[in-house]
């Protein structure tokens, strides 16, 4: 089975900063893979995915992926933050199969934007 | 718009009552499953579906029942055999084939008073 591990729980950085969260995956092959983004009380945005191909991915709000199989990691960056991306990011896997299968969620990664 | 709609956005439940949370999507995606979401923990799985008239559970399936007589709906009903309900819940939809992601509902606050 498929697992994600988010190993920051909490971020704080300053406005303007660059950021990077990290994910990193357990699985057999190359997954799909996805950020999200939550605000509070709200559900989930989906910020990018990766299914194949490209290991950089570009997604929604000036975030970016990078796919590394050496490493089964999926870090999320963006190189300027602004206080609107204070927010909760999670990382999701799920099997490479074609068909809808479930996502496997990880814990998340608060982030703390400040002025 | 297409969207997904969750109904009620808060709610509050007796001990000892059944509850139903409402998901309407109108995206015309076949799947649909439903996370329950507390503090620290993430997204956990109750149930999912991926076709009309048939579900699966989830990892945390026990206190909760679901169906699936449309396409568009899939209604989450949480029991009293489930102890402690008191979180957010988020239903979700997707297509089948291939995997694009989910698009997720704006959630449910279910609280036990």
């Known amino acids: 089975a498929q697992s994600v591990t988010q190993p920051d729980i909490h971020i704080t950085v300053s406005e303007g900063a660059s950021l990077e969260l990290r994910c990193n995956y357990s699985?057999?092959?190359?997954?799909?893979l996805f950020w999200y983004v939550q605000s509070p009380g709200q559900g989930l945005q989906l910020l990018l995915k990766?299914?194949?191909?490209?290991?950089l991915v570009q997604g929604i709000k000036g975030f970016e992926a990078e796919f590394k199989r050496s490493q089964s990691s999926f870090n999320l960056r963006k190189p300027s933050v602004h206080w609107s991306d204070a927010a909760e990011y999670f990382c999701?896997?799920?099997?490479?199969?074609?068909?809808?299968?479930?996502?496997?969620f990880g814990t998340g990664t608060r982030l703390q934007v400040t002025l | 718009d297409g969207g997904i709609t969750q109904s009620p956005k808060y709610l509050f439940r007796k001990e000892g009552q059944n509850v139903t949370l409402s998901c309407e999507q109108n995206l015309n995606h076949d799947a649909m499953y439903w996370y329950r979401q507390d503090p620290g923990q993430g997204l956990r799985l109750i149930y999912y579906?991926?076709?009309?008239?048939?579900?699966q559970k989830g990892d945390i399936a026990e206190g909760y029942s679901v169906s699936r007589e449309k396409k568009e709906s899939f209604p989450l009903t949480v029991t009293s055999a489930q102890k402690n309900p008191t979180a957010f819940y988020l239903c979700a939809s997707s297509r089948t084939a291939p995997n694009y992601g989910y698009t997720f509902g704006s959630g449910t606050r279910l609280t036990v008073v």
């Open positions: 699985y057999g092959a190359t997954p799909y």
């Open positions: 579906s991926q076709i009309v008239n048939d579900f």
């Open positions: 999701a896997v799920a099997p490479n199969t074609g068909t809808a299968s479930k996502l496997t």
């Open positions: 990766y299914f194949s191909g490209d290991t």
